[in-house]
């Protein structure tokens, strides 16, 4: 659609300077002003005209009637002036083109773009605090994250995907704590994160009665700092039986990262960044603590040192930045967090500007809102959370009844209830607008009706279904294109649309467009493939077209679906 649009524009621009004495607008410029008409019987692209009221002194509908005379190819559209509308219609002729010469010819890279060429693109997400198993408020910046690293990969840029690790904090002083007064090696051994858990619950319960393990908590991350041997050993201990456990996850989810740099490993780098503020005037003593005054940009304070010295979440965030710009060049680098980060974010890119970086332009803060459960804010200290790894496998036990009942001899069963039941997971997630706030309901998570994972995952499945009897019957796929009902055109309008949802979920950073998007391909294939026959289609030309669209929807669905963070299984 936006060569379409593209190709509109210039006619459309011509249009104008001929219609309009005096008159000049770019292609470009036009080409940002096309909307989709709310009922598609009214055409298939619309253009406003009253956005040109004022430029062309002109009543929207006189507008719209004189642009409507210009010279649309019959081979590319019809147009007609509706009020101050000028719709467009495409036609049947060019959505065959579309079909063979795009979404066909290009293949799995169709969607793609390549003006990331030769730029970097840092991504900072999911860094979940170690010795605390996922729960599924860990689920948005791994999965928004991930998507955003697909999404960029897509336009070409090169991507390096960082699990900034929260290891490194007074909470890894109170697992300490917690573990030198109630823990066990050998219960934490066969429990893993579980074990570690209970000792961190433990710790804020005792903490109510005895407010002084919190003073004894930020004693043991001081000593941390100062790299006590025994501590230092705890750390890397409950370091690595998280990891394993994340592993487990990430896994699951398909999800690699390029580096795992926790808050740990910028310990030896942030002197050099508090030394700059120092030399640049910008640390003041607030009650012993050392912070930026941010008042003249209508924030709170900046911590950076807490009384004793110690560092805080700033001087960490600072130090990885300049550690990434120095060692990976980025053109970008995005931190997917939740928004109540946002001012956190605001603050210390605030202090890098005035530290006199220059580039503090190309950091981005993509927040998204938060998961309740019951109207409950999640929270390990208190216990409230449902674990990611509980609900996945919920998820999976009831794919995995679903095929059992209708599919009992699939091969590769347990493989395609993981694929299928993770999915609904993620693609339950995603479907939501980002920032939105989520009051998380399993059984709405694992519903396979209506706009879920699973039914986009079906109908890519019954896509290579359909391929594969097409092979098996030999059907040559040559031969004019035949375009003969509206399911027909209306499938491959939708798919045409695909390069837009993607470039748009990059500009917003936004993966609900795509997940949205793929439930709108589903629907207009299955409303397709219910409505006109395809194997059993009479006309060979007919049916040759209507396999294509079959393998154009497969295409398009695959990537789709790749591109939030789930799998495809060609059979369910």
Not at 181 to 189: A, F, I, L
Not at 370 to 387: D, P
Request: aromatic share 10%.
């Amino acid at each position: 659609m936006i060569a379409f649009k593209k190709q509109l524009a210039e006619i459309l621009e011509k249009a104008v300077a001929t219609s309009f004495e005096g008159a000049s607008l770019t292609a470009d410029e036009l080409c940002e002003m096309f909307e989709y008409p709310p009922d598609s019987t009214m055409g298939d692209v619309a253009f406003p005209c009253f956005k040109l009221s004022r430029t062309l002194r002109c009543a929207p509908p006189m507008i719209a009637s004189k642009l409507a005379a210009a010279d649309f190819p019959e081979e590319l559209c019809t147009a007609c002036a509706q009020g101050p509308y000028l719709n467009f219609k495409i036609s049947k002729k060019y959505l065959a083109n579309v079909l063979c010469d795009e979404v066909l010819a290009r293949g799995e890279s169709y969607g793609s773009f390549d003006f990331g060429k030769d730029k970097t693109v840092v991504l900072d997400y999911s860094s979940p605090n170690t010795s605390k198993p996922f729960h599924i408020g860990h689920l948005g910046t791994t999965v928004i994250g991930h998507c955003l690293k697909l999404l960029h990969e897509f336009a070409g840029y090169k991507c390096i995907g960082i699990n900034h690790l929260g290891d490194w904090g007074t909470q890894n002083g109170k697992q300490i704590v917690a573990f030198k007064r109630w823990g066990n090696k050998e219960e934490v051994e066969e429990k893993g994160c579980d074990g570690l858990v209970e000792l961190y619950v433990k710790f804020h319960e005792e903490a109510e009665n005895d407010p002084s393990l919190n003073d004894e908590a930020r004693a043991e991350f001081k000593k941390m700092e100062q790299h006590d041997p025994e501590n230092i050993a705890l750390w890397k201990w409950f370091l690595d039986i998280s990891l394993k456990e994340y592993n487990v996850t990430y896994d699951q989810l398909g999800i690699t990262f390029d580096h795992y740099m926790g808050e740990s490993f910028f310990s030896d780098k942030m002197d050099a960044q508090i030394q700059i503020m120092r030399d640049k005037n910008l640390l003041k003593l607030d009650d012993g603590a050392s912070i930026v005054d941010l008042s003249e940009y209508n924030m709170p304070p900046c911590l950076i040192l807490k009384r004793d010295g110690a560092s805080l979440y700033p001087s960490r965030d600072i130090s990885a930045a300049v550690y990434r710009k120095d060692n990976f060049n980025f053109d970008k680098c995005i931190y997917v967090t939740s928004a109540g980060q946002s001012l956190h974010f605001a603050q210390w890119f605030k202090v890098m500007e005035l530290m006199g970086y220059d580039w503090t332009d190309q950091l981005v803060h993509v927040p998204y809102g938060t998961v309740s459960i019951g109207g409950e804010k999640l929270a390990t200290r208190t216990g409230n959370v449902v674990l990611l790894k509980h609900l996945f496998a919920q998820a999976i036990e009831k794919v995995s009844a679903v095929i059992d009942e209708k599919n009992p001899d699939l091969a590769n069963k347990a493989a395609v209830s993981e694929a299928v039941g993770v999915g609904a997971v993620v693609f339950h997630y995603l479907f939501n607008t980002r920032i939105k706030d989520i009051s998380f309901v399993l059984e709405d998570a694992l519903s396979f009706e209506g706009s879920t994972g699973p039914y986009v995952q079906y109908t890519y499945a019954r896509t290579c279904s359909i391929l594969e009897k097409a092979a098996a019957e030999g059907l040559s796929l040559a031969g004019e294109l035949n375009i003969t009902t509206d399911e027909e055109a209306d499938v491959i309008k939708v798919l045409s649309r695909f390069p837009e949802r993607v470039l748009a979920a990059i500009e917003d950073y936004e993966p609900s467009y795509i997940a949205r998007y793929a439930i709108e391909v589903a629907t207009a294939f299955n409303r397709f493939y219910h409505n006109c026959p395809i194997l059993s289609a009479d006309d060979e030309n007919v049916k040759n077209t209507r396999v294509l669209i079959t393998k154009a929807a497969g295409i398009v669905l695959k990537s789709a679906l790749r591109l939030i963070c789930m799998k495809a299984p060609e059979k369910i």
